[in-house]
């Protein structure tokens, strides 16, 4: 009869033999991507466990942790991409993703991290209207955010990009965490005129703390780290025949500007919200301009 080879049959798991059995199990139909990536993760973990000696007690504790977060994984509490959030990684991919965009010389918008709280679908609004719903509009600092969407190469406006912005409401809460705000509030999504340019009214956005009364918070205080995010305004940039651009920016002036809960901070994300007198529907002006890659 047939005799199972390492890893089903021998009693030395500690052997890297043993790693190399578990990875040469996949089969030949794996796409090579699909066998590159999880050799290295199995290598990968199988050095973990061993490294640190990983009890079942302490592996069971991550799959309960993994299962919790899988269970708040809707669309209001993404918590497997909040988790890998505090630990570096989804930052760390963007980087990977988009370091070649960045090192380029008068290179496009930096990119940052999309987070768990993006929806599709926000209002598509007109230039000059307002994505804060009047009752929460009274509560913050009104702001003018304007400027052109433009090819980072040749400088020419783009017309017809898209800029889909969100941000929180003064009390820290995306609109689908908080049910007293009215649906999509604080989303909308502008499309640029002939010029490149586009502008709406937003808040100054506050820093507040990401969601910690699950799993991620649960990790976050076993590493006696704070949940907190510098104030920010997201952004997804898109137009024809261009590289879409998911990115954040970062008040200068704001609390954890330097202590960002899930490390999205880049300086030439930081920017400056300027009191603002000539208009009465805003405190302060936010001129910004993007700028994108062609394909
Ligand atoms: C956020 O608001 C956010 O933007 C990210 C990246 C993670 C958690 C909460
Ligand atoms: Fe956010």
Redesign the pocket.
């Known amino acids: 009869s047939h005799t199972p080879a390492v890893p089903n049959g021998k009693d030395h798991k500690f052997n890297p033999d043993f790693t190399a059995a578990v990875i040469n199990a996949t089969g030949p139909k794996a796409s090579p991507r699909v066998r590159q990536l999880t050799a290295s993760l199995i290598q990968h973990l199988h050095d973990f466990a061993r490294e640190n000696e990983l009890t079942v007690d302490e592996w069971m504790e991550g799959v309960e942790l993994m299962n919790a977060a899988g269970r708040m994984s809707d669309s209001k509490r993404n918590e497997g991409q909040?988790l890998c959030?505090i630990l570096g990684l989804?930052s760390l991919v963007d980087e990977i993703t988009y370091k070649l965009a960045a090192s380029a010389p008068d290179h496009p918008t930096a990119t940052a991290?999309?987070?768990?709280?993006y929806r599709h679908n926000a209002p598509l609004l007109p230039n000059g209207a307002c994505i804060v719903s009047p009752e929460i509009n009274a509560q913050g600092d009104r702001t003018w955010m304007h400027g052109t969407v433009t090819d980072f190469v040749t400088g020419k406006p783009i017309e017809g990009a898209v800029v889909d912005v969100w941000h929180?409401a003064p009390n820290g809460l995306?609109e689908q965490q908080d049910p007293e705000q009215p649906e999509m509030n604080l989303r909308g999504r502008f499309r640029t005129g002939k010029e490149g340019e586009y502008g709406f009214y937003c808040l100054r956005p506050v820093p507040y703390p990401?969601p910690y009364d699950g799993p991620a918070g649960k990790v976050l205080k076993a590493l006696d780290r704070h949940p907190y995010?510098p104030a920010?305004i997201?952004f997804l940039l898109s137009a024809p025949g261009y590289k879409p651009i998911v990115t954040?920016i970062f008040d200068r002036q704001s609390k954890y500007i330097d202590d960002d809960a899930?490390f999205?901070v880049k300086d030439s994300l930081i920017v400056d919200f300027v009191p603002y007198q000539g208009d009465p529907k805003a405190d302060f002006e936010l001129p910004y301009d993007f700028k994108m890659a062609s394909f």
């Open positions: 909040l959030d989804e991290i999309l987070g768990p709280f929180t995306y990401i995010r920010h997201h954040q899930v999205a």
